[in-house]
């Protein structure tokens, strides 16, 4: 008779070796046409991964089963009832991780006219509130009770009134000056204008919430804060 431990080791080779080829074809599915894009990086890494410990998992429950299949009797009849909600529960993350990647970068190009420091933070709060909202998510589908996912909903909120409030008090008066001034500057000029200011003169090329984008002569583009442009003299040429 075989001895049950070469089927158990067997079992589990096959198993890392279908994780290996099946993280390879999805990141290669995923990445096909759309490698320029760093969410998409980030979206493929988290699929490859979770595809990989999937199937090193049945590689892993296949060996116990050759070993002792006594230990496994219960365990089809859950894999068949539970299987499904870990799966929408892994796929949710793996969406989230690519959402929040992408929203980081949203938020981080949206306030461009603000410091460094702000802008990390800002992205990071985007980042964390879609993680909180993913996590709460996956829970739900695992069959968490309601009050638990009722206490971590709660503390998202309270987290990101937290944050906020901190961002506000470290940096979000300024952020909020030049908010209010690209409001009344988006009155007077628009994309399209030749503006000159404080010997920058370029094209407008956009207008964000907190800057504006000029197209400058050699070709590259500059952003100026919404507050340069409204208090200091600025000349402008209309787009006819």
């Given amino acids: 008779m075989i001895d049950p431990w070469i089927f158990a080791t067997g079992a589990i080779v096959v198993g890392l070796l279908s994780g290996v080829v099946g993280a390879a074809l999805v990141r290669r599915i995923i990445l096909t046409d759309r490698s320029d894009y760093p969410e998409v ?7 490859s991964m979770f ?8 590689g892993v429950i296949v060996a116990i089963g050759f070993i002792n299949p006594e230990t496994l009797e ?11 909600r870990v799966l929408a529960a892994g796929l949710i993350l793996i969406a989230a991780r690519a ?23 800002m992205a990071s709060l ?12 996956a829970l739900s589908q695992l069959g968490v009770e309601t009050t638990i996912l009722s206490i971590i909903v709660g503390g998202v909120v309270f987290a990101g009134a937290l944050a906020f409030g901190l961002l506000v008090g470290l940096g979000g008066r300024e952020l909020g000056g030049e908010l209010a001034a690209g409001r009344y500057l988006h009155r007077l000029v628009r994309v399209g204008d030749e503006i000159e200011v404080g010997g920058t003169a370029g094209r407008i090329v956009a207008l964000h919430p907190a800057s504006v984008e000029l197209a400058v002569e050699d070709g590259s583009s500059v952003h100026l804060a919404n507050s340069l442009l409204t208090k200091g003299e600025m000349r402008v040429r209309h787009q006819r």
């Fill in 41 to 47: 990086h980030d979206a493929a890494r988290a699929s």
């Fill in 51 to 58: 595809l990989f410990l999937f199937f090193t998992s049945i």
């Fill in 74 to 84: 219960p365990i089809p009849a859950e894999i068949l009832r539970e299987s499904p």
């Fill in 99 to 121: 959402l929040a990647f992408a929203v980081g970068g949203l938020v981080n190009g949206a306030f461009e006219g603000s410091g460094a420091r702000m802008r990390s933070q």
């Fill in 126 to 137: 985007g980042r964390l509130l879609v993680y909180s909202v993913a996590i709460v998510l």
